[in-house]
Every structure is written in structure tokens, then in C-alpha cells.
């Protein structure tokens, strides 16, 4: 029942690891009394931050499997040291970083076998530990990428101004939310020669000091040479 299910999500999100999340399944049923089929419930407890609903679906899609149902309520609340919940002070905001907003998400799914959902658990903890990282690196990539961006303007004079511009100016597009970051790694190669190709023709080569930096998320990657 409706009062059941909330009852049983109160009942889990009374304790959270601190900066970590919390993920269990249980067994429940969805639908009109008389006609209600057997569930299997997902309940993860986290800190907010971007990423989540996305990353767990995609999952729990990838796998065949349909929700029934999702609810993703975004919250304030005071714990103690513990992670003993003190009380809900209030909904959730867009100030997701202030260190007190938590999101609970749920998703029934018709009934799985318990070698199935034992799975699908080790799965999605996995999975939001890597957006754990992702989100605490984010602006760090972001600004790593912009820092090249600059390093690039002030470093490629053999190349046309034309095709400077439109390189950086990809990059700052990549920049404005529309490029996900989930990694970056540089590559120094010292003292190279390096040829300066322009419609397939070799423009002149010269020694200069080569890294490469490479920036990876959905999508695809970006190589920056510098």
C-alpha cells in the first residue's frame, strides 16, 4: 500500500554513511488492491548532485529491465555525526553543494530474482561511486580544458588565425554544458618535431616542446595538442 511504501522509505533514509550512498532493495507490490502485482523496490540515499537519475536508469534499462515506477523527492536535513536524521528541514533547491541536500530514489520494477537484484545492486553502487568522482572532478576538467584552451591561443602561431579561432571556439562550446566530463590525462612528450599540416599540405616543422591532452566523456573525446 501507498502508507507501506512510505513508511519503508522513511524507515531508510533514518541513517546515511557520511559522503557516501546508501542502496538496498525490497520486496513490495504496485497497483489497485485486488489487482496489485509483485515488486521489487530500488531505494538509494545520496548526496544530491547532477548525474544520478540518469546514470541508475540507463542502468537498470541496459539490463531489460522496466520501471514501473520512479520518484526522486530532493530534501534538506540535519543529521548528526553519526548519520542518525535529526529531522527534515525543508525540499530540495538548486543549491545541491550546500552539504545538506540528499536524494532519495526509488524504482519499482517487476519482481526479481534475488541472484538478479544482488547484481543489479553491485552494479549501481559502482556506478554512483564513479558519479561521486565524476562530480568532485567536474569543474576541475572544466577548468583544466579552459587552461588549454589559453595555453592553444598563445602557443600555435603557425597555424591560421581562422582555424585558431574556430579550435578554441569549439572548445569553449564543449565547455557550455554540452560536453559531460568524466576524465582528462595529459601526456608530456618533451622536445618533439612536430609538422603543421593545413589542407593535407606539410606548412613547416619545427622543434617545440609537445603535450597532448586528452578530455573523454559521453559523447566522444577531445585531443588538445599544445
Known amino acids: 500500500s501507498l502508507s507501506a511504501n512510505a513508511d519503508a522509505a522513511f524507515e531508510f533514509v533514518t541513517t546515511k554513511p557520511k559522503g557516501a550512498h546508501k542502496i538496498h532493495v525490497r520486496q513490495s507490490s504496485l497497483g489497485q488492491r485486488g489487482s496489485a502485482k509483485a515488486a ?27 520501471a514501473r515506477l520512479v520518484l526522486h523527492p530532493l530534501f534538506k536535513t540535519r543529521r548528526d555525526p553519526a548519520g542518525t536524521l535529526l529531522a527534515i528541514v525543508g525540499a530540495g533547491d538548486k543549491a545541491w553543494r550546500d552539504g545538506s541536500q540528499e536524494s532519495y530514489i526509488s524504482v519499482y520494477v ?33 577548468a583544466r580544458l579552459r587552461q588549454a584552451a589559453r595555453a592553444i591561443e598563445a ?4 597555424i591560421s588565425k581562422e582555424q585558431l579561432a574556430e579550435s578554441v571556439a569549439f572548445l569553449a562550446w564543449l565547455d557550455d554544458k554540452h560536453f559531460t566530463f568524466l576524465g582528462a590525462r595529459e601526456y608530456p612528450f618533451g622536445m618533439c618535431e612536430v609538422f603543421f599540416v593545413r589542407r593535407r599540405v606539410v606548412a613547416g616543422r619545427k622543434k617545440r616542446r609537445l603535450t597532448i591532452r586528452v578530455v573523454w566523456g559521453v559523447g566522444g573525446a577531445a585531443i588538445l595538442a599544445e
Open 155 to 158: 602557443s600555435l602561431p603557425d
Open 40 to 66: 521489487t523496490v530500488i531505494e538509494i540515499l545520496n548526496d544530491d548532485m547532477p548525474f544520478l537519475v540518469d546514470s541508475v536508469m540507463a542502468e537498470i534499462q541496459s539490463r531489460g529491465i522496466t
Open 110 to 142: 517487476d519482481a526479481l530474482p534475488p541472484q538478479t537484484a544482488e547484481d543489479l545492486l553491485a552494479s549501481l553502487s559502482h556506478i554512483l561511486d564513479g558519479v561521486r568522482l565524476v562530480v568532485e572532478d567536474w569543474q576541475a576538467m572544466r
